[in-house]
């Protein structure tokens, strides 16, 4: 079975505090997504990235930034935390041959 | 531009069926999603449906696909208490780049 995991489950983090979130898949995938989700909006597409080092914007950036230093493992960083990055942050991943996302647990970040 | 849309609740009484319905814009996607999310956790993989297929039943689930339409649902039968969750509908972009998901339909079932 495909396994993403991250790695805080919760996060409580204040104002202008540099915050990363971090994404492990065991399946050798490709693709790695990151998501944020908040009530009344679904999710919305942060970042993805199709290899190691390589990156795309997705439909809201503005705030965060991504690493991808090993294919297993893609990080979302958001660089001085604001109140309005409280949310529930998805990371997924995907094979080449696939548009099959298989998703974390998710981190709930709460930003003071 | 590309979207996917579908009801934001949905309510029914233990033992009846469940339909949650989905309509999106142009998609390149082989196949379509339905994820459920449980309260605090993660999306599941729930089902899919090949792009060419107009049905496809699993256990109590059964997807319909209407391509012309661009229309696609979900039936849960004998919905249990367990079923009570978001049910987000997916299908990718047109560049075939990513997903994008519907807002999710929360489904609740009373006893």
């Known amino acids: 079975d495909v396994k993403v995991t991250q790695s805080s489950r919760y996060l409580v983090k204040r104002t202008g505090e540099k915050v990363f979130l971090e994404c492990v898949q065991d399946?050798?995938?490709?693709?790695m997504f990151w998501y944020r989700q908040d009530p009344g909006l679904g999710l919305r597409l942060i970042y993805f990235?199709?290899?190691?080092?390589?990156?795309e914007k997705g439909d809201i950036p503005e705030g965060y930034s991504v690493s991808r230093e090993k294919k297993e493992r893609f990080s979302l960083i958001l660089e001085s935390a604001s109140t309005n990055q409280t949310s529930m942050y998805l990371c997924?991943?995907?094979?080449?041959?696939?548009?099959?996302?298989?998703f974390g647990p998710g981190t709930r970040l709460t930003v003071l | 531009g590309e979207d996917v849309e579908q009801s934001l609740f949905l309510s029914v009484r233990e033992g009846d069926s469940s339909v949650i319905n989905c309509t999106y814009t142009?998609?390149?996607?082989?196949?379509l999603y339905w994820y459920k999310q449980e309260p605090g956790a993660g999306l599941q993989l729930l089902t899919y449906?090949?792009?060419?297929?107009d049905m496809k039943q699993d256990q109590r689930l059964t997807v319909l696909l209407n391509k012309k339409d661009k229309h696609l649902s979900l039936r849960i039968a004998d919905t249990q208490t367990g079923d009570s969750a978001i049910y987000f509908c997916?299908?990718?972009?047109?560049?075939?780049?990513?997903?994008?998901f519907g807002k999710g339909t929360t489904l609740s079932v009373s006893s």
């Open positions: 990235s199709y290899d190691v080092k390589m990156k």
């Open positions: 142009d998609s390149s996607s082989t196949y």
């Open positions: 997924a991943s995907s094979s080449l041959s696939s548009d099959t996302q298989y």
């Open positions: 399946m050798d995938h490709e693709n």
């Open positions: 997916a299908a990718a972009n047109q560049a075939g780049t990513a997903l994008i």
């Open positions: 449906i090949f792009s060419n297929m």
